[in-house]
C-alpha cells in the first residue's frame, strides 16, 4: 500500500477554488482540461478533505459538464490508487469493475456467471460498496448478501476467498476507504461524478485483466486511454462491452466489445466487434431480463442456474456472462469457445459446487 493522501497531503498550486476559477469552472464552452499535475493536485486535497462542501460541489458539477478526459481520470485514478489497500490472491483473477451504483430493473447476473467461470478455472474478482451513489440500486454485496455470502470482509480475507473458491468480493469501505469516506458528500449530489468511473478502476486483487462496461464506444475508447496513462494501475488487457443498466452484463441482442492489451496480440491497439445474441442461438430482449427484486430474485436466479433448475433466457444470459469472463482470463481461446466451456460447467455441477464453497467460506 502506498502513502495515504488523506494522511500525508502534498499540495501543489491548484487548489480547486483557482482551478474553478481558470480552468474548469469557466463555463461548458469555455472550459478548458486540467493537465496531470493539476488533476493529480485537485484529487489530493478532496481525498485529504480539504477543499469545503461548495467548492467541491461546484468542481463535481463543472467536470460533470465538461466531461474528463483520459489524462485527468489517469491522474485521479494513481492518486486514489495511493490509498487503496490492494490485497494479492495467489492467484490472478479477472477484475470485474461493474458500476458501483448498482442496477434497477433487471437481474444482477454477475454472481452466477463469476461462479460459473470459477468452475472453468477462470477466478474473478468483483468489488463494489453498499447504497452507492447516485442511483443506490441493488449491486454485487446485495445478492451476494441474499446468498448468504460474507461480504464485509478484510482485503486479507476476500483474497483467500479468490483462492479458496475461484469468487472474491472485496468491499469498498474496506480496501478504498478514501473514496468512501465521500459518500456523504456524493450523495447530496444527486448526480454521477467522476468518482463513479475511477472507483471501478480500483483493482484492489491486483489482476491483471479487467473487465468492464460502457454505454457508447467513445467510453470504452475513453477509459482505454485512462488505464494506458495510468502509472499505477496493473492491468495489461480490457474487456469492455456494452452493459445491462451501465452494468458488467452484457445487453441481449446487438453489444459491442472493445478488447485492448499492451502484448504481442493487440499491440497496445483496441479491437472492437460485435456479438448478436440471436445469432448465438440466444433470442431473448432487455424484458426477458427483467425483475421485481433485484436484490432477492437475481439472488434466486443465481441459485436456480448453477443448480440446473433453469433452462430459459436466464441460463443463457448467464452463460453468456460467463463466456466472456472465461474468455477475457485465457479460459477460452475466442469467446465462442468461452460459450462451451460455461455450459459444461454449469452441466457438471461444478458451478454449484463453488457457490455451496463461498456460503461455507
Known amino acids: 500500500m502506498l502513502e495515504d493522501p488523506r494522511e500525508h497531503p502534498e499540495f501543489g498550486d491548484w487548489p480547486l477554488k483557482r482551478l474553478m476559477t481558470d480552468v474548469v469552472g469557466t463555463g461548458v464552452k469555455s472550459a478548458a482540461d486540467m493537465d496531470r499535475t493539476q488533476a493529480m493536485d485537485a484529487f489530493s486535497r478532496i481525498l485529504a478533505g480539504e477543499p469545503d462542501p461548495t467548492t467541491l460541489g461546484a468542481f463535481f458539477l463543472a467536470n460533470r459538464w465538461k466531461r474528463n478526459t483520459p489524462v485527468e481520470l489517469a491522474g485521479f485514478l494513481d492518486v486514489m490508487c495511493r490509498a487503496v489497500e490492494t490485497a494479492e490472491p495467489d492467484c490472478d483473477p ?28 477462470v477466478p474473478v474478482v468483483v468489488h ?59 450523495d447530496e449530489m444527486g448526480v454521477r461524478t467522476f468518482l463513479n468511473t475511477v472507483e471501478t478502476l480500483a483493482n484492489p486483487a491486483g489482476a491483471s485483466v479487467h473487465l468492464g462496461s460502457f454505454y457508447h464506444l467513445t467510453f470504452a475508447e475513453k477509459l482505454v486511454d485512462t488505464i494506458r496513462q495510468s502509472d499505477r494501475t496493473a492491468f495489461e488487457r480490457t474487456v469492455f462491452f456494452q452493459g445491462m443498466e451501465g452494468y458488467d452484463d452484457i445487453r441481449p441482442g446487438y ?18 466487434y460485435e456479438i448478436e445474441t440471436a445469432e448465438l442461438g440466444m433470442d431473448m430482449a432487455y424484458e426477458d431480463l427483467e425483475v421485481d427484486d433485484v436484490a ?15 433452462t430459459d433466457h436466464f441460463r443463457d444470459a448467464v452463460v453468456l456472462n460467463a463466456a466472456v469472463r472465461i474468455y477475457a482470463g485465457g479460459g477460452a481461446a475466442t469467446f465462442e469457445e468461452g460459450l462451451d466451456v460455461a455450459r459444461t460447467a454449469l452441466e457438471d455441477g461444478s458451478a454449484s459446487a463453488v457457490l455451496a464453497d463461498l456460503r461455507s467460506f
Open 94 to 121: 479477472v477484475d470485474c469493475g461493474a458500476n458501483y451504483d448498482g442496477k434497477a430493473e433487471t437481474a444482477l447476473l454477475g454472481v452466477a456467471a463469476g461462479a460459473v467461470s470459477a468452475a472453468a478455472d
Open 128 to 186: 463494489g460498496g453498499d447504497g452507492v451513489p447516485s442511483q443506490k440500486a441493488p449491486a454485487y454485496k446485495h445478492v451476494l448478501d441474499e446468498l448468504g455470502v460474507e461480504t464485509e470482509l478484510s482485503p486479507e480475507s476476500s483474497a483467500e476467498m479468490v483462492d479458496s473458491t475461484g469468487f472474491g468480493f472485496y468491499f469498498q469501505p474496506e480496501f478504498n476507504p478514501a473514496i468512501d469516506d465521500l459518500f456523504e458528500r456524493r
Open 255 to 272: 453489444t459491442k466489445v472493445v478488447e485492448w492489451a499492451d502484448d504481442d496480440l493487440l499491440d497496445d491497439v483496441m479491437n472492437d
Open 296 to 310: 432477492a430474485d437475481s439472488a434466486s436466479i443465481t441459485e436456480a442456474v448453477v443448480a440446473g433448475e433453469r
